[in-house]
T-cell receptor, first 113, second 110 residues
C-alpha cells in the first residue's frame, strides 16, 4: 500500500541535543510538509517542499531545518531542542501544491528532557 | 489568530444517531474545505472535502455542508457507529496556505 512513513514513532532527546526526524513516502507526491502539533492545538505548518523548492513559514523558528534529498524522503532537523519543542511532528504529502488533500504519516512524538 | 475554529472540543452521540460536527472560519478567501479524522497514535486521515462553489458534498454516511454567508461548515455522520469515535479536524485552504481547526473529539456510545 502506498503510504507515508515516519521514523521513529517516539523520540526522546536531551535539551540542546540535535535531533533528526525522518519521513518517507511511496505515493510519489510532489509536495511534502512538516507540521508541529501540541496537545489540544491545531497542527501548525512549519515548512513544505514542492519538489526541491523549500518554503518556510514566516513564524517557524530558525532552530528548525529541513532537508529533502530526493522525492521520497524528507527530514526535520531540530538543532537545539528546547522544552517547548516537545510535540507531535506530522509529515504529510500532497500530489500538487494547491494545498488540497494531504496524506499524513502516523507522527513522531518528541520528548525533550 | 485562529482562522479555522472548532468550538466544541468534544461530542458524544448514541450509536445510530446523527453526529454533527461544526467548524467556523474567518477568511472569505478560503476556497476548499476538508475534514480529517484522527485515531490515537495515528496521523490524520482525509475524510471528505468540499469546494467553495458547492454547498453540499456527500460520501456514504458522511455529508459536508458549507454555508459561505455564515462562514460555517459542518460534517454530518448518519448513522453514527462506534468506529467513528475519533478526533475530527476541519481544515481550509486558500491555495496558498492550509489551516486546521483544533479538533472535536467524537465519542459514539454503543
Amino acid at each position: 500500500d502506498a503510504m507515508v512513513i515516519q521514523n521513529p514513532r517516539y523520540q526522546v532527546t536531551q535539551f540542546g541535543k540535535p535531533v533528526t526526524l525522518s519521513c518517507s513516502q511511496t505515493l510519489n507526491h510532489n509536495v511534502m510538509y512538516w507540521y508541529q502539533q501540541k496537545s489540544s492545538q491545531a497542527p501548525k505548518l512549519l515548512f513544505h517542499y514542492y519538489d526541491k523548492d523549500f518554503n518556510n513559514e514566516a513564524d517557524t523558528p530558525d532552530n528548525f531545518q529541513s532537508r529533502r534529498p530526493n522525492t521520497s524522503f524528507c527530514f526535520l532537523d531540530i538543532r537545539s531542542p528546547g522544552l517547548g519543542d516537545a510535540a507531535m511532528y506530522l509529515c504529510a504529502t500532497s500530489r500538487e501544491r494547491q494545498f488540497y488533500e494531504q496524506y499524513f504519516g502516523p507522527g513522531t512524538r518528541l520528548t525533550v528532557t | 489568530d485562529q482562522q479555522v475554529k472548532q468550538n466544541s472540543p468534544s461530542l458524544s452521540v448514541q450509536e445510530g444517531r446523527i453526529s454533527i460536527l461544526n467548524c467556523d472560519y474567518t477568511n472569505s478567501m478560503f476556497d476548499y474545505f476538508l475534514w480529517y479524522k484522527k485515531y490515537p497514535a495515528e496521523g490524520p486521515t482525509f475524510l471528505i472535502s468540499i469546494s467553495s462553489i458547492k454547498d453540499k458534498n456527500e460520501d456514504g454516511r458522511f455529508t459536508v455542508f458549507l454555508n459561505k454567508s455564515a462562514k460555517h461548515l459542518s460534517l454530518h455522520i448518519v448513522p453514527s457507529q462506534p468506529g467513528d469515535s475519533a478526533v475530527y479536524f476541519c481544515a481550509a485552504s486558500d491555495r496558498d496556505q492550509f489551516y486546521f481547526g483544533t479538533g472535536t473529539s467524537l465519542t459514539v456510545i454503543p
